[in-house]
């Protein structure tokens, strides 16, 4: 069974959908086909099933790339006032956490409905439950799903990354862009728990459920915010902030006190010099439970003046070196793909392969946490929309 359109898209995601919606919205004729049984299925599970869908500060410097430049065009072009826009016209109430941080009040599903209402206004027609087996190029494109044949000249990958696979996560688009002379850039888990070493797992996996705000640097970034401990190592949005960052064996420095002097009480005329002092101290500025392991972990060889200033230094630079991540299954999203070298910032298309587009979680542009990575699939896939011929 053959049918031929003007444009077909693989993945009904974010960006996928966006990009069919602006198509559409054009008077192509647009297919959707998704493998999965449902439409947005991450859309769904996002922000805790309220949907984080965008940020009211994003700005080119909140996503990383081999090419940090690539994505400032299409931000420009469809921009958070854009989506929040088309939010307000469906009457979806929202709130604004920290940092510019945009959330449902209600449930994501309001923001996959909405879609699925902009996509059918538009005319795209959606099939879920395809499974593509093979695509093929010769005047336009043919995929084929089982017995179905579908034509287009246009063709948009927007399949996302390797996060998640307990959701359908596959490694499709990055095959597709291999398929033709595409390069990718390597992946890796991104927003993701890191897990402690050997020794760190001893000393704190007991201390699983306690949270301090700190600072998390490495290679010159650094995010100021909580840190959760678990079974396995360290959780939180500042280290799910830094891990896109993290580079095997790379040491991670960690301000466990931002902006205070935690010893100052200890260096007053008459003060007690002691374990017991100075777990009074740092219990001002961490869960009791964590400032006295990290004290034990820490000994000082005697009280002096300088002893206690080393003491306040190491707190504001404490070093772990990560044994790795928690790999796909926990990581929000997906570092590296399809190298944005190959595609036009403008229209997301390739520039080897006329017709063919690239977009969302697939390219090589990541977000940081809060709404950013929702953010670029909008904006890619609004672009490659108002492109496709």
């Given at each position: 069974?053959?049918q031929k359109f003007d444009a077909i898209v693989l993945g009904a995601g974010a960006a996928g959908l966006m990009c ?19 439409v947005g299925k991450k859309i769904l599970i996002s922000g805790g099933g309220r949907c984080n869908f965008t940020n ?20 420009a072009r469809y921009t958070p006032a854009d989506f929040i826009g088309l939010v307000e016209r469906h009457h979806i ?297």
């Amino acid at each position: 069974m053959m049918q031929k359109f003007d444009a077909i898209v693989l993945g009904a995601g974010a960006a996928g959908l966006m990009c069919a919606i602006e198509a559409g919205k054009r008077g192509r004729r647009v297919v959707v086909l998704e493998r999965a049984d449902r439409v947005g299925k991450k859309i769904l599970i996002s922000g805790g099933g309220r949907c984080n869908f965008t940020n009211l500060y994003c700005q080119p410097e909140n996503f990383l790339s081999a090419n940090p430049h690539f994505a400032k065009s299409a931000l420009a072009r469809y921009t958070p006032a854009d989506f929040i826009g088309l939010v307000e016209r469906h009457h979806i109430p929202y709130h604004e956490k920290t940092q510019g941080q945009l959330f449902c009040d209600g449930s994501a599903r309001e923001i996959v409905t909405m879609l699925e209402e902009e996509c059918r206004r538009a005319g795209v027609t959606i099939l879920v439950g395809v499974a593509v087996s093979e695509i093929r190029k010769d005047s336009v494109f043919l995929v084929k799903a089982g017995e179905r044949e579908f034509r287009a000249p246009a063709l948009a990958i927007a399949t996302g990354g390797l996060s998640i696979p307990k959701i359908g996560a596959t490694a499709f688009g990055y095959e597709v862009a291999r398929q033709f002379g595409i390069n990718i850039q390597e992946c890796r888990p991104a927003l993701v728990p890191l897990t402690f070493n050997p020794e760190d797992r001893k000393g704190y996996a007991d201390l699983a459920g306690v949270s301090a705000e700190v600072i998390a640097s490495c290679d010159s970034q650094q995010f100021r915010d909580k840190m959760l401990i678990t079974h396995r190592g360290l959780s939180g949005p500042a280290i799910l902030q830094i891990s896109s960052y993290w580079q095997k064996s790379a040491p991670l420095t960690i301000d466990l006190a931002p902006g205070q002097e935690w010893t100052a009480p200890l260096l007053k005329p008459k003060a007690r010099r002691d374990l017991a002092a100075a777990k009074t101290a740092l219990r001002a500025v961490l869960p009791a439970r964590f400032a006295d392991r990290w004290l034990e972990l820490h000994p000082l060889k005697d009280w002096t003046n300088s002893s206690l200033a080393e003491l306040e230094g190491n707190a504001h630079r404490w070093q772990i070196i990560p044994s790795g991540t928690e790999g796909y299954e926990k990581a929000e999203v997906t570092a590296g793909g399809v190298d944005t070298d190959e595609l036009s910032a403008k229209t997301m298309q390739s520039r080897k392969v006329p017709g063919l587009y690239f977009i969302g979680e697939a390219v090589d542009v990541t977000g940081h946490l809060g709404g950013f990575n929702f953010q670029w699939a909008w904006a890619s896939g609004y672009c490659a929309g108002q492109a496709i011929l």
